[in-house]
T-cell receptor, first 110, second 112 residues
């Protein structure tokens, strides 16, 4: 079993749709959680950190469920520009190592 | 603007010919990472430095080496590139372990 697992998709949604991605992690000692966005042939860019209480940034909402060991990303009112691969990243304490999921590909269509 | 810079952006090398990729940062971050990313795959951590402390991943081939001569610079040396080493190489920094990482634009390596 992979340390961090994501549904690879692809998710194909119309503009304006709401879409949600989940990411599960296997190490219960994980302490840091992030969502990154990666456009084709570009570097990953931080989208959101994920906090225990959940957090929202505009159309994006991230949540953490420690009991079930997953994080989620909700995108409301999808835009064409949201088309990208979304990477879940989980870190374990002071090891300095973060593990990336394989990413979920989103395509938003007109 | 503070940033992570990678040079070159594109590198072509011959099979077996040593190559060095460079990364510099103006963020003054303690941690620097090197990742390898192949098409449709997640970035794979090769190694990272916490300040001058080098941390190698167990499955990183010996063919890959790294140097961090100072806080700002980090190098990735591939001693004898094989065809399977063709990939995007990403450098990233973070202020400390477990904090968000900031990536450079990557170096796309082609091995002929």
């Amino acid at each position: 079993r992979k340390e961090v697992e994501q549904d690879p998709g692809p998710f194909n949604v119309p503009e304006g749709a709401t879409v949600a991605f989940n990411c599960t992690y296997s190490n219960s000692a994980s302490q840091s959680f992030f969502w990154y966005r990666q456009d084709c042939r570009k570097e990953p860019k931080l989208l959101m950190s994920v906090y225990s209480s959940g957090n929202e940034d505009g159309r994006f909402t991230a949540q953490l469920n420690r009991a079930s060991q997953y994080i989620s990303l909700l995108i409301r009112d999808s835009k064409l520009s949201d088309s990208a691969t979304y990477l879940c990243v989980v870190g374990v304490g002071n090891a300095g190592k973060s593990t990336f999921g394989d990413g979920t590909t989103l395509t938003v269509k007109p | 603007d503070a940033m992570v810079i990678q040079n070159p952006r594109y590198q072509v090398t011959q099979f077996g010919k040593p190559v060095t990729l460079s990364c510099s940062q103006t963020l003054n971050h303690n941690v620097m990472y090197w990742y390898q990313q192949k098409s449709s795959q997640a970035p794979k951590l090769l190694f990272h430095y916490y300040d001058k402390d080098f941390n190698n991943e167990a499955d990183t081939p010996d063919n890959f080496q790294s140097r961090r001569p100072n806080t700002s610079f980090c190098f990735l040396d591939i001693r004898s590139p094989g065809l399977g080493d063709a990939a995007m190489y990403l450098c990233a920094t973070s202020i400390d372990s477990d904090y968000e990482q900031y990536f450079g634009p990557g170096t796309r390596l082609t091995v002929t």
